[in-house]
């Protein structure tokens, strides 16, 4: 958040804006994001709720499944739930905004490597309350692509990794560059932001 703040500082100073924008734009700037779960993942139609590993799949899954991967595909879909937290409550000094986020452009990264891009269909209100709102963030990709040197076993597993499974070693992340609407007008962040599980960035 520093770092951010630092940023509108510096252009703030060099454009004369006024000391209300000024505190418009640290509100903005507290603004977090995290990576919450992952739902609704399947594999060319098969769904992995309730598996584990590969032994859970019917044998219809299966050659559904193999069918895709003899064709050299490989089609997931899932639901990603990223966490915004607006702390702008009226406490600790800072007076109470809702920001609503106009723009959301991601890019996806699935073990350091980057995938598919994409940006939310319609705005999120983030009301000041300190709470989380959910951003739902719709993906579909073709594994395959991006990841040729993995065999079919492989594949399965990062699958299980990316739906959330903790016997399966994988990580995914956001980089998103926000668009916000403000009493000033739409505010754009200067730089994407790394959106992760395990902590909320801003």
Known sequence: MKKIIFIFSVIIVFSNISCSVYKTIVNVSRLKFKLGTVNNLSINGVSLEGKTNIKDFSPFEILRITSAFANKSFPVSFLVNV????????????????????????????????????????????????????????????????????????????????????????????????????????????????????????
């Open 83 to 202: 966490e915004a937290k607006n702390p702008n409550d009226g406490t600790s000094g800072y007076p109470r905004t809702d920001i609503e986020l106009k723009s959301f452009p991601w890019n996806l990264y699935i073990d350091d490597k980057e995938t598919i891009g994409g940006n939310i269909n319609n705005s999120v209100s983030i009301p000041g309350t300190g709470e989380i709102t959910i951003i739902p963030i719709r993906v579909d990709i073709d594994l395959l692509r991006f990841f040729k040197d993995k065999d079919y076993d492989q594949l399965i597993n990062l699958a299980f990794a990316i739906s959330g499974d903790k016997s399966h070693a994988s990580k995914i992340a956001l980089y998103a560059q926000p668009t916000v609407s403000t009493s000033i007008g739409d505010v754009t962040y200067p730089g994407k932001l790394k959106i992760i599980s395990k902590e909320f960035s801003n």
